[in-house]
């Protein structure tokens, strides 16, 4: 009598628990999956605006490596009070 007992109620109330333990991990989940996605896309913004920054100076000094003249001193002179962010 007590293992029908057991096998009519224990089995699926244990059943019930777990899908419900199941369920809530699975949600947990789900939720640091978006916050892992959001800090990514977040710092590729970050990375993309240094590089940015960081091909513009090129761009700055290869023309100042090319060009001959007054102008170069002017260039290295403002790349000095620019600050580097």
Known sequence: MIAFFAIVVGIPVIAGVGNDMFKRWLKHKEAMTTALNAQTAERAAQYAAHVERLEQR????????????????????????????
């Open 58 to 85: 090129v761009q700055v000094l290869e023309r100042i490596a090319t060009d001959r003249g007054i102008a170069v001193a002017d260039e290295i002179e403002r790349l000095r009070v620019e600050p580097l962010n």
